[in-house]
């Protein structure tokens, strides 16, 4: 489990020309391309998926893990007034 940065400081270390940056890995997470947990302001990231991610170019459903647990607390939803 790593956080954006040290996930990136991690394949720099074994590539330092590789095009993984900051930027891409925060669209990937945006458009729920790859399996990530929010803890506060920061997102976890798992690097056996991620890995599995860039041989594949895909994730399998079983291993997507941030929104569906937004949805199920029902966090960020509107009750009714009464």
């Known amino acids: 489990m790593r956080t954006i940065k040290a996930l990136v ?3 720099k270390m074994i590539d330092p020309e590789t095009c993984i940056t900051e930027h891409w890995v925060r669209q990937l997470i ?3 391309e790859i399996p990530y947990i929010k803890q ?3 997102f976890i990231l798992q690097l056996d998926s991620f890995d599995e ?3 594949t170019g895909k994730v ?3 291993t997507l893990i941030g929104e569906e647990e937004e949805k199920q607390s029902g966090y960020g939803e509107l009750r ?3």
Do not use: D
């Open 30 to 32: 945006k458009r729920n």
């Open 9 to 11: 400081k991690y394949y």
């Open 40 to 42: 506060g302001n920061r």
């Open 80 to 82: 009714s007034v009464r």
């Open 60 to 62: 399998l459903p079983a």
């Open 53 to 55: 991610f860039l041989q």
